[in-house]
């Protein structure tokens, strides 16, 4: 039996993070002593606190590790771990997606000392769009659903013997936009315009191609917001995205390519 202190020094994890672990039930002393009080930790346990230190590096809460602990089976476990290694490879990829973004900033300042002079590298211009013949899918969505709702369209495909044409997007209707829960509509291009379910009418619309991830996305909204109201146009439409070139597509986040359609309207002047 090791006392609590000699405990902590194996472990290298401190007096006070253990009486914590205590107290949440996380590891208890295998001995405490009826008179002093004292704690006493079993060699096994060296065991446990090494796996939970383990755990916590890997971004396990501490309550989720408890109920891992608590009798979870191996297989169980493995797929925990395994869930949370993919979360982890997201979280790095976003992360080194956001350091490309702040390095591109930073050369903007230091080209022209503006602050905001990314959002002026937007190109844009306003065009006759083509109607487009599309499979669809609307509901209220998260954007991290994305996969599943174009899951459930790509079944879709050789089902109803249709052939796509390399077009996919997305169509955000609600004037409020919750990353977490929106009114989205997901749509993967056809050529079989009688299968369509989804007939995207020939409009005009302000256009521009926002390159990187999708979660600096909100600057190319932002710019042609800006452009439509100072050139004289309003939108009369929902705005929507079609994704050129993804993740799918072997390439770093930074390469990747959105074309974002804002539906337009010369304003009309008092």
Request: glycine share 6%.
């Amino acid at each position: 039996m090791f006392a609590i202190g000699e405990f902590s020094k194996i472990c290298q994890v401190s007096v006070k993070t253990l009486h914590h672990y205590d107290r949440i039930g996380l590891l208890k002393p295998a001995k405490v002593d009826d008179f002093t009080g004292y704690r006493y930790y079993g060699e096994h346990q060296i065991d446990i606190m090494l796996l939970i230190q383990r755990l916590k590096r890997y971004g396990f809460p501490l309550d989720e590790i408890r109920k891992l602990l608590d009798g979870t089976d191996e297989r169980t476990f493995y797929v925990k771990l395994l869930k949370q290694k993919k979360q982890l490879e997201l979280k790095m990829q976003e992360t080194s997606s956001v350091i490309h973004e702040m390095s591109a900033h930073l050369s903007n300042m230091e080209r022209t000392g503006d602050i905001m002079a990314y959002q002026k590298d937007y190109e844009i211009s306003v065009r006759e769009v083509p109607e487009r013949a599309a499979l669809a899918y609307r509901t209220k969505m998260g954007v991290e659903e994305f996969g599943k709702y174009y899951g459930i369209l790509y079944e879709r495909v050789p089902k109803e013997k249709v052939t796509p044409n390399g077009i996919t997007g997305a169509i955000y209707y609600d004037k409020e936009f919750n990353r977490e829960c929106s009114d989205i509509e997901l749509f993967v291009g056809i050529r079989e315009k009688e299968k369509a379910d989804k007939r995207m009418e020939r409009a005009l619309c302000a256009v521009t191609v926002h390159k990187g991830a999708y979660s600096s996305l909100p600057d190319a909204y932002g710019a042609l917001t800006s452009w439509i109201r100072e050139n004289g146009y309003e939108c009369v439409g929902a705005p929507y995205d079609i994704y050129v070139k993804t993740g799918f597509d072997s390439i770093p986040v930074e390469d990747w390519e959105t074309e974002v359609y804002f539906p337009v309207k010369k304003a009309e002047t008092e």
